[in-house]
């Protein structure tokens, strides 16, 4: 057994969903880009009985029991988890499913289990109901496109994994006093949620399989910034019942306005926000962009320069 096991998992935007409530169309599928910071890293380390600790520690008790009940494991393995350092919750960053994945991928090296990333399937760790951008970006990084699944399916297919440029940067821009819907509040959300229109479902895929991921593969900035405002926007619209427009907020609606006022062109919002993501060419024009910001607004935004992640999640194994 090893001495050790450290997971490292990067953290995950969400650009929209292609389609939910229509009658034939397939739900959900969707395009994101999994990013370097904030990041979530765990260890694992062998102990006389089972233990947690550290932020999200309940969290990850939880995801620990559904992987053993899913490997139809009795009791709780002997090991010590503590969470090092985790990015804040419910703030449209994907941090259940990462933590999910990295508590099964850790638990599956310490205790030799054939599968080494994914221990347990994400539905039975209560993951990938809607979105499987996570779950992809979880095992390979960069920018993931993935398809509807059939009614009977429970996986999601991977249409495209691209590399992002690795000079790109994401400028993360969240209101502190603000939270994304998650659990029942967002069950309840989509119940209330009319059909997205079919034209938007078609628009949504051409931008993604035609501007968006071709310009990924040129690194044509230009072309992906105004594709990725166009998909975010046209994504966020489907979601007007709930947020009463294409963002969460007017307090958001009114930041994008301003990043893009500043000659940003890719701007949007991750899943329910309030995290918005600002695409930026290099790391002058990223912490330039978050001088201006923090200028105009003081101190009522959280303001963070992330680098794209097109590995994934890390898994080392220390000793033995």
Known sequence: MPAAVRVT???RLHFGMLSFGQADVPPFGGLGAMIDAPRLRLSFTPADA??????LAERAADFV??????REMVNDPACLIEVLEAPPEHCGLGVGTQLALAVSAGLAALFGWPELKTAAPPAALGRGERSWVGIYGFEHGGLIFE???QADEEVSSLLHQTPLPAEWRFVL???RDEQGLFGPGEKQAFARLPPVPIETTHKLRALAEEQIVPAAH?????????ALFDYGHAAGTCFWAVQGGAFASQRLASLVETIRSLGVRGVGQSSWGPTLYALVADQQAAEKLVELLSASNGDDLNLLI?????TGATIE???S
């Open 50 to 55: 089972f233990e947690v600790r550290g932020p």
């Open 65 to 70: 029991r559904r992987a053993c009940q899913h």
């Open 9 to 11: 998992a990067p953290s």
């Open 218 to 226: 040129r690194g044509d900035f230009e072309t992906f910034s105004s």
């Open 306 to 310: 992330a680098p794209p992640n097109n």
């Open 173 to 175: 821009v969240r209101p």
């Open 317 to 319: 194994v220390v000793g």
């Open 147 to 149: 398809s509807r699944r």
